[in-house]
């Protein structure tokens, strides 16, 4: 069973909004219930997936060995069509 931390009254502005006072995280999931009961669970944002510096160079390494014609047998795919 969890215990509160910290328990405090709040009311909504004239926009709708409410403010959470002393916050560890900017972002929240918010859950509303059928029962009124309001759940907040904090997020945590991480950037995007980047490609790597050293991904990126075996791409350029690759299309420019496209380019020159230093490429392999092309595969045969027929016996996968429908």
């Known amino acids: ?18 403010t ?3 916050t560890f995280f900017e972002y929240f999931h918010v859950q509303e219930m059928s029962d009124g ?4 669970e904090p997020r945590e ?3 995007p997936f980047r490609v790597s510096s ?3 160079s075996m ?10 014609g230093m ?5 045969d795919l027929s ?4």
């Open 1 to 18: 069973m969890s215990v509160a931390v910290r328990e405090y009254d709040a009311k909504i502005d004239s926009k709708k909004r409410l």
């Open 20 to 22: 959470l006072r002393n």
């Open 37 to 40: 009961v309001i759940i907040l």
């Open 45 to 47: 944002l991480t950037a």
């Open 54 to 56: 050293n991904t990126l």
């Open 59 to 68: 791409m350029d390494e690759s299309v420019n060995n496209l380019k020159k």
């Open 71 to 75: 490429v392999s047998e092309a595969i």
């Open 79 to 82: 016996a996968f069509e429908e």
